[in-house]
């Protein structure tokens, strides 16, 4: 056995270059790599050294690359196009099921063939400045030092022992990126202002640090959730600090950027008011079962353009009972609405509770839905200030825009204690 557990014997190295190489070929066809300069990074960056185990399922045991019935089998899982799950956290599970914990997956390696599509889109040249949100196990940030050089690389991850392990298994490969262990919706201002942010963590709005540490001409490229799906944003900073751009046609689903380990869902209202019955014909599994539909809803259901009636946070669930499926929305102003998923007559029982109708709101999406052909998701865009942002659909100006959530988020202090070289 190798005297590092991930320290490749000749002929595992063999074939480490072998796969490399043939995903490289496999990538380029399918378009997520597509520049020379990528490629080469791509086929002369080991990924194995910042995966030395992976769960296989959250809720099991760790593979690990020191098992030798196993040694194989985690190989050919990195050097693969496969998101690995890299780190499990026991949470609490819900107040009703409580004692008890729940294994929650926080760190993963993202699948190879998105991670560069991702670098691609970043568009960087020599000299450029980047900040990475979510340093994970630092092979992305390994891709950015090995095609910019170390001094220009900055990664951060809200967790310290990722942080530690990421800057350790860099080093071993000759890669010294400024790593620090912060929320990265505060940026990283030591090293501001950056030519490219890149996140590899969900946001529900692009938070106002990152626009105020990005120069004029600066992109942002970051994964833009509501509470159903989203994908990523390509945004570009004007003069003004404003970041306007379009959603990318891909449907990525990244771990939430989040504040500290707390998982439980935040605390909604009791149902207000009377329940009020209806029917509709929009079959409600549609939230789910298109993922374009279940897009443009979730901006819907927050809103429209006006401060009026917006929604910080519209939950969605979908329950089965005894065989018989069920949609649930419920915001933060205790407004609510269950819709049953199995037609009489071809109609959907509604309930609605409370001031803002959300199933409503949902209908309002399905008629804009049709009658704009459904569109893919780079008809859409967004345009963020550190104040207001939108979703909006065609152009920035257009009459069909829905704002985002104001981005209240903390700002990180003590930069010099967390930094880990
Ligand atoms: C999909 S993983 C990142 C993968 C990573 N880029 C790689 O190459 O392995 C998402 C990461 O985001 C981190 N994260 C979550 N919330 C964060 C926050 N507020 N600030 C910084 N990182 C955060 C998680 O700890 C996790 O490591």
Redesign the pocket.
């Known amino acids: 056995m190798p005297s590092y557990p991930t320290d490749l014997n000749p002929s595992e190295q063999r074939l480490a270059q072998t796969r490399l190489r043939e995903l490289a070929e496999t990538f380029t066809e399918a378009g997520a790599l597509r520049t020379p300069a990528w490629r080469e990074v791509f086929q002369r960056t080991w990924r194995h050294p910042?995966i030395p185990s992976y769960y296989p399922d959250p809720a099991g045991p760790c593979l690990l690359s020191i098992d030798p019935q196993r040694r194989g089998e985690w190989l050919a899982a990195v050097y693969s196009d496969q998101t690995l799950g890299t780190k499990v956290v026991q949470v609490p599970m819900p107040r009703a099921l409580r004692p008890g914990t729940a294994p929650i997956l926080?760190?993963?390696?993202?699948l190879p063939s998105l991670?560069l599509r991702m670098l691609e889109e970043l568009d960087v040249t020599d000299g450029h400045r980047v900040l990475?949100?979510?340093?994970?196990?630092?092979?992305?940030?390994a891709l950015l030092c090995e095609r910019l050089g170390s001094e220009y690389v900055t990664s951060?991850?809200?967790?310290p022992e990722?942080i530690e392990l990421a800057a350790e298994r860099l080093a071993a490969n000759g890669y010294t990126p400024t790593l620090a262990a912060v929320?990265?919706?505060g940026g990283y201002p030591p090293g501001a202002p950056y030519d490219r942010i890149i996140a590899?963590?969900s946001v529900p709005a692009i938070p106002p640090a990152w626009l105020e540490q990005t120069s004029p001409g600066a992109v942002i490229l970051a994964d833009v959730h509501g509470k159903i799906g989203g994908t990523l944003a390509r945004l570009i900073i004007d003069g003004e600090g404003i970041a306007t751009g379009r959603f990318l046609p891909l449907g990525t689903a990244?771990?939430w950027?989040?504040?500290a380990l707390d998982f439980s869902p935040p605390p909604m209202r009791e149902p207000e008011g009377e329940p009020m019955h209806s029917v509709t014909t929009v079959d409600p599994t549609l939230l789910h079962t298109s993922s374009l539909f279940g897009f443009v809803a979730q901006w819907h259901l927050l809103g429209g353009a006006s401060a009026e009636g917006h929604l910080p946070e519209v939950a969605w669930s979908m329950l089965t009972d005894n065989g018989a499926s069920s949609v649930h929305l419920q915001a933060s102003d205790g407004s609510r609405a269950s819709v049953h998923a199995t037609a009489v007559n071809g109609e959907f029982p509604v309930t609605q509770y409370g001031p803002s109708r959300l199933w409503d709101r949902v209908e309002d999406a399905h008629e804009f839905w049709h009658q704009t052909g459904q569109p893919p998701y780079s008809r859409f865009g967004i345009t963020a200030t550190a104040t207001e942002q939108y979703v909006w659909y065609d152009h920035p100006d257009s009459e069909h825009r829905w704002r985002l959530p104001t981005p209240t988020l903390p700002r990180t202090t003590g930069y010099e204690a967390s930094v880990a070289r």
């Open positions: 910042y926080t760190s993963s390696s993202t991670v990475e949100i979510g340093t994970g196990t630092g092979y992305n940030a951060v991850d809200i967790d990722l929320d990265g919706a590899t963590c990244f771990m950027l989040r504040h």
